[in-house]
């Protein structure tokens, strides 16, 4: 049976419940009514604030910051929540704050990869199969979709969504949302195609990437208005559920796309 283990140099409030061999490591403080699953690992120096629920088999590294107040004037101090699903590594001097809003909670999902000096600010939800590289400023409200790579240095505005599979570019600034699928870079961010190199790498049949190609053009290159597109995306690929997903993340786009 794993054991869990805390540090003699590791504050760890009477009312946090750990699951079956958590690992707390040197100068780590966990605030009250946290939960933290079977089998994370908080390395040395890691922070989680009050309330925050971590799953399982998670690996902080030093100096994460999990759970504390929101950056957000609107904050009044009402009780909101950080959770963290399994499988994740947050990785050094990362920061995720707690939500705005009563009851209201920041999402980060399973297996994703947060690497060093990532922030997550309030309301965000990453999905799962997440990358952050180095650097990534998210601000409030954002929303990444599964297997989403953001490259280092990238800053993305507030209530920008990242669809799912898409690529940004690295020291890109993203202030619109990135349909599904695409491949973006620049400051601002401009569309590049297709993330064809991931979806090959994750198994998408070739047949399936050349429609979306096909509907990316339609898009981007014909110089047609935006409900036009749509409706030939509809009439052209309507058995094609990756292509339906563009069209449905457009209709559903508040601060419009990357286009």
Do not use: W
Not at 8 to 37: K, Y
Request: with cysteine; net charge positive.
């Amino acid at each position: 049976m794993q054991t869990t283990t805390i540090h003699p140099t590791a504050i760890v409030d009477p009312s946090a419940r750990l699951g079956r061999g958590v690992s707390v490591g040197p100068f780590c403080l966990v605030g009250p009514n946290v939960e933290i699953g079977e089998g994370t690992a908080l390395l040395e120096r890691v922070h989680v604030g009050p309330g925050t629920q971590i799953g399982r088999h998670n690996r902080i590294y030093p100096g994460a910051i999990v759970g504390t107040e929101p950056q957000d004037l609107k904050f009044g101090g009402e009780q909101s929540y950080v959770r963290v699903g399994d499988h994740n590594t947050i990785r050094e001097y990362v920061t995720i704050n707690r939500a705005t809003g009563e009851g209201q909670a920041t999402v980060v999902g399973n297996h994703n990869l947060l690497m060093a000096y990532c922030h997550v600010a309030h309301n965000s939800v990453l999905y799962d199969h997440v990358i952050l590289a180095n650097s990534v400023q998210l601000a409030g409200h954002i929303v990444i979709e599964d297997y989403a790579i953001v490259g280092g240095l990238v800053g993305v505005h507030q209530f920008v969504r990242i669809g799912c599979h898409a690529f940004v570019g690295g020291v890109s600034a993203v202030n619109t949302d990135i349909l599904p699928y695409a491949k973006v870079t620049g400051v601002p961010c401009r569309p590049y195609g297709i993330n064809s190199v991931g979806l090959r790498r994750r198994g998408f049949p070739e047949e399936t990437i050349k429609k979306l190609k096909q509907a990316y053009r339609i898009l981007h290159r014909r110089g047609l208005a935006l409900d036009v597109a749509l409706h030939q995306l509809e009439s052209h690929y309507a058995g094609v559920p990756e292509v339906l997903k563009i069209v449905e993340f457009v209709r559903e786009s508040e601060r419009g796309i990357c286009r």
